[in-house]
């Protein structure tokens, strides 16, 4: 922490290694659904359950960011609140296991990284969210990253 840093960032800065309570997701098919239509990707993959049945798989597997999608702001939130001058400053993804229709996914967020930064219209804070995913089996089927971008003027 330097005398430059803002009050802002010095406070988040002591929250780093915290981690928020789980959010649980439960999968149904009417989540894919639902997902293919916002997004207008509908994969049979996650969109068709008979063709799923054939793949690989052998069962319909959720979109690559559908729990991404679910979980992020609504943990980020809880760890930093985001103001309305927030951005998302991008997301890595790894992809662990598949999720399938029936699965209880569980989230978790921990705020692992603040930087500070000036920019234009005042300071910008990047905070660096990890991300994990857990199935009802305890199995870890996806981790992510995600920087947000906050303005402090």
Known sequence: MTNEESVKAQELRN??????????IEVEQGNFRRWAEAV???????????YAKKSRYGYTIAPPTFAIDRGIIPLADQLIPLSPKFLNGGTE?????????????????????????????????????????????????RKAKNTFIQVFG
Do not use: H
């Open 15 to 24: 929250m780093l290694g915290r981690e928020t309570p789980p959010l649980e």
């Open 40 to 50: 207008g990707d509908y994969n049979p993959l996650w969109t068709d359950p008979q």
């Open 93 to 141: 993804i790894e992809f662990l296991k598949p999720i399938k229709v029936g699965d209880t996914i569980t989230t978790t967020a921990k705020l692992i990284d603040i930087k500070e930064k000036a920019g234009s219209t005042g300071k910008l804070v990047f905070m660096t969210l990890e991300i994990n995913y857990k199935n009802q089996n305890g199995e870890l089927v």
